[in-house]
């Protein structure tokens, strides 16, 4: 039962969608460790809930018309739908591919008098990722895992906006449902035990666009974690994680360079419940406890992940 639900947090981790943090996009990845769940195949639904409606320049509040009174992003709701298919060999390597999509809905202020709004909203494939890993550490104590793949482009980048004075002009490359790129995905995973019911974990994940698509390359993310997971029961596993990322300024001549990039750290109480042999729900809410944006950004005041796992 135990490493069940410890391949449940793995599926967490791994399926957490790459919520981008400039151009009214946002989040953290909640992280989970990497444990000896077992050779098999496992699926993971997850969906995430993110309403971006506070904005912020630089690390404080801002009115929605900045001082300049030019076009300013109103608000952004966002769920994202993740389906993760992930197999632990019988030996050192797993492999897990991610599937990503999302519901969007999207509203802009435009400069003028009457401060009128330009909205969007979609249904939309995400950008697909494939993430292996590899136990470097296999039989010891403390388990370190190597983490490389990619995100392929499967998303699209050329949704415009439905109503208001820019009807029919392209929503912000940085709030699409793909970036247009492939990205390099590097990082590692550690965890241990403190007691035979208490574990600690941590992980670390880059990730770099290799090219630009139509003059846009989304800003290159570090990702990081530290958390611990307690064995209540044989049902019940709570777990509290610090999740940060820190992401580098947008590129590319269609890039919104000075309203990109920032670092967000983030507190996640989460719980696991196994409701049957071989299924398990899990839930976190984010609270943010530090933010700080390149420029003038929405932000979230909080987001929240339900997900069901089953491990075959």
């Known amino acids: 039962m135990k490493k069940y639900l410890l391949a449940v947090a ?30 098999g195949w496992s699926v ?19 009115p929605q018309q900045n001082p300049a009174s030019v076009e300013v992003q109103n608000n952004t709701t966002t769920l994202f739908y993740t389906t993760t298919i992930d197999y632990q060999s019988d030996s050192a390597w797993g492999v897990n591919l991610a599937v990503p999509a999302q519901y969007r809905t999207h509203s802009t202020n435009n400069d003028g008098a009457d401060w009128t709004q330009s909205k969007s909203q979609w249904n939309a ?12 550490t296999q039989g010891l104590p403390v388990t370190v895992n190597l983490l490389a793949g990619m995100k392929l482009p499967t998303g699209g980048t050329g949704h415009n906006f439905d109503s208001g004075p820019t009807a029919g002009s392209l929503v912000d490359r940085g709030l699409q449902p793909g970036s247009g ?14 007691t035979d ?8 994940l880059w990730q770099k666009p290799l090219e630009q698509h139509n003059g846009f390359s989304e800003g290159q993310k570090l990702n990081g974690s530290v958390g611990v997971r307690y064995t209540l029961t044989e049902t019940f596993t709570p777990q509290f994680q610090i999740n ?3 992401r580098w300024r947008d590129r590319g001549r269609n890039a ?11 507190a996640s ?11 398990a729900l899990y839930g976190f809410v984010q609270l943010p406890v530090y933010q700080r944006v390149g420029g003038l950004e929405l932000v979230p005041d909080y987001s929240a992940s339900v997900g069901i796992h089953h491990k075959f």
């Open 125 to 136: 494939l995400g950008d697909l990722r494939l993430l292996g890993r590899y136990d470097l």
């Open 256 to 266: 919104d360079i000075p309203n990109s990039g920032g670092e967000v750290i983030y």
């Open 269 to 279: 109480p989460g719980l696991f419940v196994n409701v049957a042999e071989g299924t």
């Open 244 to 246: 940060a990322q820190n």
């Open 197 to 204: 019911d208490l574990g600690w974990f941590a992980q670390q």
């Open 181 to 194: 790129t492939w990205d390099a995905l590097l990082g590692f995973n550690q965890n241990g035990k403190i």
């Open 44 to 62: 993971d639904e997850r969906v995430d809930y993110v309403n971006q409606n506070r904005m912020m320049i630089g690390g404080n509040t801002a």
């Open 10 to 39: 793995t599926a967490a981790f791994i399926g957490a969608p790459y919520h981008a943090f400039a151009c009214s996009a946002c989040g953290c990845n909640l992280d989970t460790d990497e444990n000896d769940a077992g050779p």
